[in-house]
Every structure is written in C-alpha cells, then in structure tokens.
C-alpha cells in the first residue's frame, strides 16, 4: 500500500498533511473524482464560473494526478 496526499483548491489551496492508503495510484485517482461532487456541493453550487480541483501527490510530494470540476453557468435569453 502506498499513501497519497489530497490537496484542494477551491479559490485558495488545503493541503493534505495525513494521506490516504491505498493499494495504487488507480484506486488513489479514483477517489479524487468521486470527491468533487460533494466539494461542489457544499462550495460551488451558489457561484457560476467556478472550479475546484483536487491534485492528489504521492508519499515523496510528487503530484501525479489532478481532477478538476468545473461549473458554469449562462444566460440564453437575457438576464432576468
């Protein structure tokens, strides 16, 4: 098992200082998508043209992946 870290950036940057375990960078990755639903959720829904991102470094603080989620929004017919 090796340890990844999480790092979010949402108009600044948390770093992650404890990790996850996991048994490869795949199932690492795969937690960095299925995170960002729930970050939006919670940060994002209210604003348009916003991002969140989680860039996921291994156990030297390399980073290795990044998913990113972004929301936009426009007005077909005018704004109301």
């Given amino acids: 098992m090796a340890r990844y870290f999480f790092d979010v950036t949402n108009g600044g940057v ?9 048994d490869n960078a795949q199932s ?3 937690e960095a998508l299925r ?3 729930d970050m939006a ?7 348009v043209d916003k991002k969140v991102s ?3 470094r291994d156990d030297h603080g390399i980073p290795v992946y990044r998913a990113t989620l972004t ?9 109301p």
């Avoid at 948390?14 to 996850?20: A, L, N, P, T």
């Avoid at 959720?41 to 604003?47: E, I, N, R, S, V």
């Fill in 14 to 22: 948390v770093s992650d200082d404890e990790g996850i375990e996991f």
């Fill in 28 to 30: 690492a990755s795969q």
């Fill in 35 to 37: 995170s960002l639903p």
């Fill in 41 to 47: 959720k919670d940060h994002l829904l209210m604003q």
């Fill in 54 to 56: 989680v860039t996921m």
């Fill in 71 to 79: 929301i936009e929004g426009e007005w077909l017919a005018g704004r």
